[in-house]
C-alpha cells in the first residue's frame, strides 16, 4: 500500500532515492484534487510494478479539467523505463474519474513516467 498523501487533506509528493518496486499485492492510491488541478506524486529512481499490483484513483471535488492537463503519478530518474504496469491500468488505456477521462502512458514525460492526461 503506497499513498503519498494518507493522512493529509491535500496531496502530497513522496520522493524515495532508490528504486521502488510495487509488489503482486501492492496497490498505488493516487489522488488528485480536480478542484486545485494538483495530483500526488511519487518520484523515485528506478521503477518495477510487478504483476497484479493495482492501481486506485481518488477524484477529490468533481470540476472538469482542461483537455491536455498532464499529471505524472511517478516520476522515473533512472535513465531506464518503468518496468511492468499496473494490472487495472494497461498502457494507452483510458478510464473515467467523475467529470474527466485520463488517458495511460508509462512513457510519460521525459520518457519514462507514468501519465494520465485529461482527453475529453
Known amino acids: 500500500f503506497l499513498q503519498p498523501s494518507v ?3 491535500g496531496v502530497a509528493e513522496l520522493t524515495i532515492q532508490r528504486a521502488l518496486t510495487f509488489k503482486a499485492d501492492a496497490t498505488y492510491t493516487y489522488k488528485l484534487n480536480t478542484k486545485n488541478a494538483r495530483a500526488d506524486a511519487v518520484i523515485a529512481n528506478g ?3 510487478e504483476s497484479g499490483a493495482q492501481f486506485s484513483f481518488q477524484a477529490v471535488a ?3 479539467l482542461t483537455n491536455g492537463t498532464v499529471f505524472t503519478a511517478i ?3 533512472s535513465t531506464g523505463p518503468i518496468t511492468g504496469m499496473f494490472a487495472n491500468l494497461p498502457d494507452g488505456s483510458t478510464f473515467t474519474a467523475g467529470r474527466n477521462n485520463y488517458q495511460v502512458s508509462y512513457s510519460g514525460g521525459d520518457g519514462n513516467d507514468l501519465a494520465l492526461t485529461v482527453v475529453q
Open 7 to 9: 493522512g493529509l487533506n
Open 47 to 49: 521503477v518495477t510494478i
Open 62 to 64: 468533481n470540476k472538469r
Open 75 to 77: 516520476s522515473n530518474t
